[in-house]
C-alpha cells in the first residue's frame, strides 16, 4: 500500500550548515506546538547520544501523555537527515503503524547573494490497513500539514536569529 506523503517547503535566508546544525538537534517542544486535536511535543526523553548518528533514538513525548520513539535513519550533512518516528501510543496509532520523516535542504541563492536554503519536510505516514487509510488521509492533510507548517516557521526563525547572532546580519523570515 502507498504511503500518505505529507510535504511542505519554506525558504530559510541563512546558511545551509546554519539550517542543518539548527534543525536537526532542535528542542521540539518549542516548534511543535499541536494544531487542532494534535497535541504539542511536552519533552524529549531518553535520548541516546549527541541526535546526530544513525541510529540513535529518542522518546518524544506529547502533551496529552502519549509518545512515540523516534530514530535516526539518515544524516547526510548539510543536505538533510531522516528518521522514523514507531511505537506510537496515541490515538495516531489506530490509523497508522509508522511514519518516515525526512528534511532536505538546497541552497538557492546564487553566488555573491544572500544565502537562502529551500528546506523541504517530507512525512510518509504507513497506514494500518486499507479501511483506515482514507480517515487517516483526511486528518493528515486537514491538521498534520498546517501543524508542520506552523513547526517550520518556528524552526526558520531559530535558524535565521542563529545565522544573525553568528554574522551579525538583519535577515528576515520567508518560509
Known amino acids: 500500500m502507498k504511503p500518505i506523503v505529507i510535504e511542505v517547503r519554506g525558504a530559510v535566508p541563512a546558511p545551509i550548515e546554519t539550517v542543518f ?6 528542542d521540539l517542544p518549542t516548534i511543535m506546538r499541536g494544531y487542532g486535536p494534535l497535541p504539542a511535543v511536552a519533552a524529549v526523553e531518553d535520548q541516546s547520544g549527541d541526535w546526530d548518528s544513525i541510529g540513535e533514538s529518542r522518546i518524544v513525548r506529547l502533551a496529552d501523555g502519549s509518545g512515540m520513539l523516534e530514530t535516526l ?13 514507531s511505537n506510537l501510543t496515541s490515538a495516531l496509532r489506530f490509523l497508522v503503524d509508522r ?13 555573491g ?13 504507513e497506514a494500518r490497513s486499507r479501511l483506515t487509510r482514507p480517515i487517516a488521509w483526511l486528518i493528515l492533510t486537514r491538521y498534520w ?3 508542520m507548517e506552523a513547526a517550520l516557521e518556528r524552526a526558520a526563525a531559530q535558524a535565521i536569529e542563529a545565522a544573525s547572532v553568528a554574522g551579525g546580519q538583519n535577515v528576515e523570515s520567508k518560509a
Open 145 to 147: 500539514r498546517p501543524y
Open 99 to 111: 511514519f518516515h520523516g525526512r528534511w532536505l535542504f538546497e541552497e538557492v541563492s546564487g553566488p
Open 21 to 26: 546544525d539548527v534543525f536537526m538537534p532542535i
Open 113 to 125: 547573494e544572500r544565502p537562502v536554503v529551500r528546506a523541504t519536510w517530507r512525512y510518509d505516514f
Open 73 to 85: 535513519t539518515r544524516v547526510d550533512r548539510p543536505r538533510g537527515f531522516g528518521y522514523t518516528l
